[in-house]
């Protein structure tokens, strides 16, 4: 793990799970979350007026730089359009990809130049070294980072960088193989000789189709990690 902990920003983890902890199946399908079976037992959504956590639009509106992993890449090259505001800065987490798809790219909308290797908005990165000298570097004071992918919010996670979690939950649990979000985290924090994450909670809300949203923000937050420098 990286020497340092010390930084200056701030992430938000903006993610949807199922109620057994799954971001998608194996195949990367997300039905159920997108169109869930009709339940008009659900309990009513909160009403707009009192809603306490952020919206998707919200929490873009506070982020400069996405940090996604190379498999949530991959899905969402694969879909009709481009799910995020197209102006952020975005570094692909990836060991294995040689390059850019800069055609699946250009197809998308996003800005792309020179040979697709990072002088567009989108950037491979390689390490989660490489990730934080970028944003120590490049992240301007006050603004969010926003992680997206499991595996990818677990190496932040397991470094204690994720300051604050919007998680959206369905009310399934999903049969057969999926990619979990927090899945086999606890006992790398536990090997890793890492305390409990505790967080606060902000706010809650019951959205549509008996989802709940839940906001919490780490409860050291603007004391402990964020100015500490540790050796690991
Ligand atoms: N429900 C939701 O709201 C939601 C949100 C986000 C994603 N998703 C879904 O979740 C799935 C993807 O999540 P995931 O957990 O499978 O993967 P992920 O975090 O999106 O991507 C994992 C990949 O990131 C790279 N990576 C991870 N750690 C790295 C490190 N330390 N250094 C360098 N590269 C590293 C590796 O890429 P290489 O293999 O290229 O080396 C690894 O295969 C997709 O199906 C996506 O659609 C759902």
């Known amino acids: 793990m990286s020497a340092s902990t010390s930084r200056t920003w701030k992430t938000r983890l903006f993610t949807a799970t199922s109620l057994n902890d799954y971001l998608a199946r194996s195949d990367h399908s997300i039905t159920w979350l997108t169109s869930p079976s009709p339940n008009p037992s659900h309990a009513a959504p909160s009403p707009p007026e009192r809603k306490t956590t952020p919206t998707f639009e919200q929490h873009m509106s506070t982020v400069d730089f996405i940090v996604m992993g190379r498999q949530t890449f991959d899905v969402c090259l694969s879909l009709p359009d481009w ?92 049969a057969g193989g999926g990619r979990g979000l927090f899945g086999g985290l606890g006992p790398e924090l536990e090997a890793e000789g890492r305390r409990d994450l505790e967080y606060t909670l902000v706010g809650v809300d019951v959205i549509e189709n008996g989802m709940v949203t839940v906001y919490y923000r780490a409860k050291d937050d603007g004391k402990g990690e964020m100015g500490e420098t540790e050796d690991e």
Do not use: H
């Open 83 to 174: 799910s995020y505001p197209k102006d952020k800065e975005l570094l692909v987490l990836s060991r294995r990809m040689d390059c850019l798809p800069v055609d699946l790219m250009v197809a998308k909308g996003l800005r792309v130049s020179g040979n697709g290797n990072g002088n567009g908005k989108v950037r491979i990165v390689r390490s989660i070294d490489e990730v934080k000298r970028v944003l120590d570097a490049e992240v301007n004071r006050g603004r969010m980072v926003y992680v997206d992918g499991g595996q990818t919010a677990r190496e932040f996670l397991r470094r204690g960088w994720v300051d604050e979690v919007v998680l959206t939950v369905a009310p399934v649990v999903l």
